[in-house]
């Protein structure tokens, strides 16, 4: 009866701190709560059979890899990442139990633990969770693995692997196994770390990046506004000698050349870099910039554009979306033989549809729905689609992408009330 208590508590309390390591990693839909507690559940009873009926290191490990993955699959998120965290969750779990194990006694493989090593498991672990969760992993719940995800995933395996052998092996030397699982959990838990900063690095890199573009479309701005205001000063100085040019043609009752005076004098006013002037600053900005380098490499560039002077949308999530679309779009477009590009942005009853279509060559990569970059330069990108995903769904919106018949086409919907 006691053994029973003791697999059901640590077994209860091992489930209690996975979930706190998953809620470092992934987020989920209040939808999603109730199949989140069915796999938890399916979790601690599979893992109480085998703790109860098996000692075979080989087969814990199998199973535990196998339960804990199954879980990541309940998150969103990219496939690499779900595969990193499941190691490490369970390498943690495995270098904690040795230690205990080996600690206080001379284990052999297929013998039963000692009761009070599980608590003291449990309590290492509960300790690693607690370090990793305060001190090594920022950026929560961000979606994304960096560019050497594969060396993260490497280290763990090979860890696992080292200890596994060792054990196996019934290795007879207590401190060198204990020294060797200690050692190893501390190059794991600064794996939790490196993740950490690697993914904050990217994210900076990101928000540069959106910054860097911002600037551009402001100066761009500024350059049209200026160019703008100069022709208005000349035509204001000139305005006598129009007014009179006109008025020469009214009494002549030329009422056509009358409207082609007039025509000449707005197409002078007119800026050929302004494509949009909605009143929405910082949409006019990005829009002109965009644009502009679009219509500098492109063959055909169309838009249609129709949006309120205000939008209930922050001006760094539109950078976001608009920003990253566009930039993708002009350079794919402008590797292929069309080389055209469509935009379609329009608010209408508190929604904002945007649409970005473009033509392209180059095989496109994806692994399920994530699409991953083709660039040379895979450090610094590759993650801007996913940043438009992230920021779509801040709003509860709707994005949706095809790549048929060499055209790729991202259409997105947000819900926008003002």
Not at 270 to 279: D, K, L, M
Request: charge should be neutral; proline fraction near 1%; aromatic fraction near 12%.
């Amino acid at each position: 009866m006691a053994e029973m208590i003791t697999v059901l508590s640590t077994n209860l309390f091992r489930t209690f701190i996975l979930k706190r390591f998953m809620s470092i990693f992934f987020e989920i839909n209040i939808e999603e709560k109730g199949k989140e507690r069915i796999c938890y559940f399916v979790f601690f009873s599979l893992t109480v059979l085998v703790h109860s009926f098996f000692h075979f290191p080989v087969l814990n490990i199998i199973t535990n890899l196998l339960l804990i993955y199954f879980i990541t699959r309940l998150y969103v998120g990219v496939e690499k990442k779900k595969v990193l965290v499941t190691l490490l969750i369970y390498g943690i779990n495995m270098f904690c139990d040795i230690i205990a194990v080996y600690s206080f006694g001379n284990y052999m493989v297929g013998e039963e633990a000692n009761g009070m090593t599980v608590y003291i498991t449990t309590f290492l672990i509960l300790i690693c969770e607690f370090v990793v969760e305060r001190f090594l992993v920022k950026n929560k719940s961000k979606d994304f693995i960096p560019f050497h995800g594969n060396i993260l995933i490497a280290i763990p395996a090979i860890s696992i692997m080292i200890l596994l052998i060792l054990v196996m092996n019934n290795l007879n030397s207590r401190m060198i196994l204990i020294s060797v699982s200690v050692g190893i959990l501390l190059i794991n838990l600064l794996i939790f770390y490196l993740y950490g900063v690697l993914v904050d690095a990217y994210l900076k890199l990101e928000e540069r990046a959106l910054f860097e573009r911002q600037i551009a479309s402001y100066a761009n701005q500024l350059n049209i506004m200026t160019q703008t205001e100069e022709k208005v000063r000349i035509l204001k100085h000139d305005m006598k000698h129009h007014l009179n040019e006109l008025m020469i043609l009214a009494r002549h009752q030329n009422d056509d050349k009358v409207m082609d005076y007039i025509c000449d004098m707005q197409a002078y006013l007119e800026n050929p870099h302004e494509y949009i002037s909605s009143g929405n600053q910082e949409v006019d900005s990005l829009m002109n910039y965009m644009l502009n380098r679009a219509k500098t490499v492109l063959n055909h560039v169309n838009y249609e554009i129709n949006i309120p002077k205000e939008l209930a949308i922050r001006s760094f999530d539109l950078n976001v979306i608009v920003g990253n679309l566009l930039e993708n779009a002009i350079e794919s477009a402008e590797q292929s033989k069309e080389r055209w590009l469509e935009l379609f942005l329009n608010y209408e009853r508190g929604m904002l549809f945007i649409r970005v279509r473009n033509s392209y060559d180059n095989a496109i990569k994806r692994k399920g729905e994530i699409y991953i970059t083709t660039k040379k330069e895979k450090r610094i990108h590759g993650i801007g689609l996913q940043n438009v995903k992230n920021v779509v769904d801040t709003y509860k919106g709707d994005m949706q992408i095809s790549d048929k018949d060499n055209i790729f086409d991202v259409k997105i919907i947000l819900y926008a009330l003002l």
